[in-house]
């Protein structure tokens, strides 16, 4: 059976250097064209309890993650074998976002970049508990845009993540909202499943929580990962 897994050129085309977004960020070397696979999400594929025992990598700064969520059951953790993408910061207004393909993690250009422009893509991370002021400012965003939410944390109902002009998934790709996780909240997803006999769906990218999450927040994945970085 043929493979969707895409093909991208692997020459240097992206940085990793201080942002002005936060800590560090991926900056474009060249222009990237709209569409262009950029990189792959990379690290080591883990299991949820997995990524709880190992969470936070950070203990000085718990929603700072490199998970981003595959499914259900497994999370890539960027930190353990990952690359620069681990490194893209989130964006309110992004020039890239994810997608899972053959349970890979890719992050694309959503439209021209120029040489030099910071890759940013929206981390959609959605967690179960009531949004507070604090919860908002323990997942706050920098990313400077206009219509900056001012959190990572995506409205619960009502959003959907930026993706592709034509917004139809070739076959074997799955758009990801955010996708970058951070363990504590998918326990806290569990716990309440537990408790709640009423079954619930799984939304679908999650990075950089950097997931540079990026497993706290749920990146839900309509496409890219829990990766909170704040």
Known sequence: MPSNVPHFSTGRRIQVRRSGVHGRGVFALQDIAEGEVIVEYA????????????????????????????DGNRVIDGGDGGNSARWINHSCDPNCFAEEVEDRIFISALRNISAGEELGYDYGLIIEERY???LKADYACHCGAADC???????????KPKGPASDLAEP??????????????????KNKAKADPKPKSKA????KTEAKPKAKPKARQARTS???RA
């Open 43 to 70: 690290g080591k594929v883990i299991s949820y309890e997995e990524s709880q025992r190992r969470h936070p990598h950070d203990p000085a700064h718990p929603n700072h993650t490199f998970f981003f969520q595959i």
């Open 132 to 134: 507070t002021a604090k």
């Open 149 to 159: 939410r001012g959190t990572m944390l995506a409205p619960k109902r009502g959003w």
């Open 172 to 189: 074997g790709k799955k758009p990801k909202t955010g996708g970058k996780t951070t363990a504590k909240a998918k326990a806290e997803r």
């Open 204 to 207: 679908k990218p999650k990075a």
């Open 226 to 228: 829990a990766k909170a």
